[in-house]
């Protein structure tokens, strides 16, 4: 088993074996058409080289490495070491070129300016404020000049059952993490960590936001 990196976020490595089957299962077909708007609002190029950070089982990870040619490149980071594991055992299966390591987004392992685009998919919510501050900030040094950030995650509700659902869950499972989502303040937190042309392109499900920004290019 890969090691399990020290962080104070939330992790879901003792339901591990558990996630695929409840995401396919009781998501109604919801969970592939998730992964393919996410993939939609990349808009990646076949060369570039992608951070998935908090990609879980690496389900959009896998996607994304089946789009890509050389030189482009992906690599998925999860603090869940059980999670990794299944992630480069589908990889494996699959023959997908995807590459997985235990990491997590508030220290990431990577050099400077090292990645074109960072996607995180429901991952924010897990985290606390500090944690996403630094995360954010952590995703920001690891882009190239002019590199693209899509997040897609928990927001500020438009309906009543969004309503409903996104501070259900926030009281029923003790999670103060989703705080923040819920107040709407991700795009603020991203701006905060140097981001620029941050947008909200899409909303779904009354809850669930799709944000673009941007790490502003040499000279801007």
Not at 44 to 52: E, Q, T
Not at 60 to 72: S, V
Request: charged share 30%; net charge positive.
């Amino acid at each position: 088993m890969a090691r399990r990196p020290e962080t104070r976020g939330r992790d879901l490595n003792h339901v591990a074996w558990l996630y695929d089957p409840i995401i396919e299962g009781f998501s109604f077909g919801r969970e592939r058409r998730f992964r393919e708007k996410t993939l939609e609002h990349m808009a990646f190029a076949p060369g570039d080289r992608i951070l998935d950070v908090g990609c879980g089982t690496g389900s959009l990870t896998l996607l994304i490495a089946e789009r890509l040619q050389p030189p482009g490149e992906v690599i998925g980071i999860d603090a869940a070491p059980r999670m990794i594991d299944i992630a480069c055992r589908k990889a494996a299966r699959r023959k997908v070129p995807a590459r997985f390591f235990a990491g997590v987004a508030e220290k990431l392992e990577f050099a400077d300016a090292s990645f074109d685009l960072v996607v995180n998919s429901m991952f924010t919510h897990h985290i606390d404020t500090e944690l996403k501050q630094r995360a954010f900030a952590e995703m920001h040094r690891v882009l190239r000049p002019g590199g693209r950030l899509v997040t897609a995650d928990v927001d500020r509700p438009t309906t009543l059952t969004g309503r409903l659902m996104g501070w259900g869950a926030r009281w029923l499972l003790v999670q103060r993490e989703l705080v923040d989502n819920l107040r709407g303040d991700l795009p603020e937190l991203m701006r905060q960590a140097g981001f620029v042309d941050v947008r909200r392109v899409d909303h779904v499900y009354g809850l669930v936001s799709f944000f673009t920004a941007r790490r502003p290019g040499v000279g801007e």
